[in-house]
């Protein structure tokens, strides 16, 4: 089955794209209309790339580097792309959070009115972890590939330290919850628990029921 483009054909359609098959592949293409059979050549217009420059954080951490993007293209705050340095030599998985032009910081614009994008890795992430104990709160940071997922209500360890989810504050500020709700961690702004102790411990009552039934007598 040979290769076929959609192209213009100039003998019965000129401004509309139709199926051809091609003859010969290259520089100076040659193909032929699967509606009249005409033959001739055609040249296939490439999208022109422009490098913008682009700083990329991870928790505390950033660094720049210049990017390859199609001229057209349109991009906005909060989306995911993968992108390739100037060189060619690495990618980056990122979402993007801010997109500076010469004028302005805005929600959205074409790559070739964009001065600057500013973005944060998601292939790994810092995760910000606040575990509750009695009296006192301990914070972890955890390092984990963006895909990683987080349930409230099952248990994960931080620090040494085994915890059971609560909630789990999302970027934008909203919070997940119930039972079973389920967060990437390259959405997650913070997530909340509480100690989780080992089954037997204080006959199977938590830290938290045996500091309610005290009795001051």
Not at 3 to 12: K, L
Not at 59 to 75: C, M, R, W, Y
Request: proline share 2%; glycine share 8%.
């Amino acid at each position: 089955m040979s290769e076929e483009i959609e192209t213009t054909c100039p003998a019965c359609s000129p401004q509309e794209f139709v199926w051809h098959d091609i003859l010969k592949d290259g520089q100076n293409m040659l193909v032929r209309c699967q509606v009249c059979g005409d033959v001739h050549p055609t040249e296939i217009e490439t999208e022109k790339t422009i490098a913008v420059r682009l700083v990329i954080s991870r928790g505390d951490e950033s660094f720049k580097t210049n990017a390859l993007f199609e001229e057209t293209q349109v991009i906005t705050t909060n989306e995911e792309l993968v992108v390739e340095d100037q060189n060619g030599e690495d990618v980056y998985p990122i979402q993007i959070t801010s997109i500076e032009t010469s004028t302005k910081r805005e929600e959205y614009a074409k790559i070739a009115d964009v001065e600057t994008i500013w973005a944060r890795a998601i292939d790994e992430v810092d995760v910000k972890i606040s575990v509750q104990s009695i009296g006192n709160t301990n914070p972890h940071t955890k390092r984990v590939s963006g895909e990683e997922i987080y349930e409230v209500g099952l248990e994960y360890e931080a620090g040494g330290e085994r915890f059971r989810i609560t909630r789990i504050k999302i970027r934008g500020g909203k919070f997940r919850f119930k039972r079973g709700d389920k967060v990437e961690a390259k959405y997650i702004k913070r997530i909340f628990g509480r100690v989780a102790y080992k089954k037997g411990w204080g006959g199977g009552r938590t830290a938290w029921s045996m500091k309610r039934n005290v009795r001051n007598w």
